[in-house]
């Protein structure tokens, strides 16, 4: 089910607000803006960034940014009693009364692939070896797109640095016209501005958010794992409840059958 991730668009517009307003107080709205600042610091951010990483890579880093606004993810501990009360189930009525609970899942969902492998009648270990296989893909995938993020965050700055000295030495070389200072100090400024604003306000606080909401899918993507080998298995699914407790916080432990 798609959420929408308040906490990280209240952070982000509250924080870019914040600037804003404070722009907008001191009424020199305009003086902000400046073009070669703006091609210095994001054009030489995303440029240099793309340096250390494929052109894919870059590409699909941009795409994860919407996973941070719009998740998918339902709780691990909803998660575990979904997968208990299907264990239960199964375990009167056999592994192929799952294909009825299949059809309300989405089609490239972690857990709709692993109920498939038990319908498909493969054991329990080749599921596991399969669903980690899977797993692991999708963990060097996240982290290559917070790498990507935590890069840029790096790179930010450094294009601001590197446009402050473009503007200080433009203003040095042309002392005798003072019509060119006011641009070129503009440019020195104003790109360490955007490099900070872009680095501390963007680029880092959304790699954050995707190493966090990696973590919450692949300890949600364990619980199906661990609940299609135990189906699979046809054991006792308090067991199931026990090994699922293992993986949980102790906050959103499951007591199905207390």
Do not use: W
């Amino acid at each position: 089910m798609t959420k929408i991730d308040f906490a990280t668009i209240f952070g982000l517009f509250g924080g870019f607000s914040v600037i804003t307003g404070a722009v907008i107080l001191g009424g020199s709205v305009g003086s902000f803006f400046n073009v070669p600042a703006v091609l210095i610091v994001l054009g030489g951010t995303f440029l240099v960034t793309t340096v250390s990483f494929s052109i894919g890579e870059v590409i699909r880093a941009q795409k994860l940014i919407g996973t941070t606004l719009f998740g998918r993810n339902d709780a691990p501990d909803q998660a575990a009693y979904s997968m208990l009360d299907l264990a239960e189930q199964c375990r009167g009525k056999g592994v192929l009364h799952l294909q009825n609970h299949m059809q309300t899942l989405e089609e490239d969902s972690f857990q709709r692939k692993s109920l498939q492998l038990v319908v498909d009648g493969l054991p329990a270990e080749e599921v596991n070896r399969i669903l980690q296989n899977d797993l692991n893909g999708m963990i060097a995938r996240h982290n290559s797109g917070s790498g990507v993020l935590r890069k840029a965050a790096e790179v930010a700055p450094a294009m601001g640095l590197i446009g402050t000295l473009v503007g200080l030495v433009q203003m040095l070389s042309n002392l005798n016209d003072p019509t060119t200072i006011g641009p070129a100090m503009a440019v020195a400024l104003l790109t360490t501005f955007y490099g900070a604003v872009l680095a501390n306000m963007f680029f880092n606080p959304l790699a954050s958010k995707l190493e966090r909401n990696s973590a919450e899918e692949v300890l949600l993507n364990r619980v199906f794992m661990l609940g299609a080998a135990s189906i699979g298995r046809q054991e006792n699914p308090r067991r199931l409840e026990m090994l699922i407790n293992t993986l949980l916080p102790p906050s959103n432990r499951v007591q199905y059958f207390s």
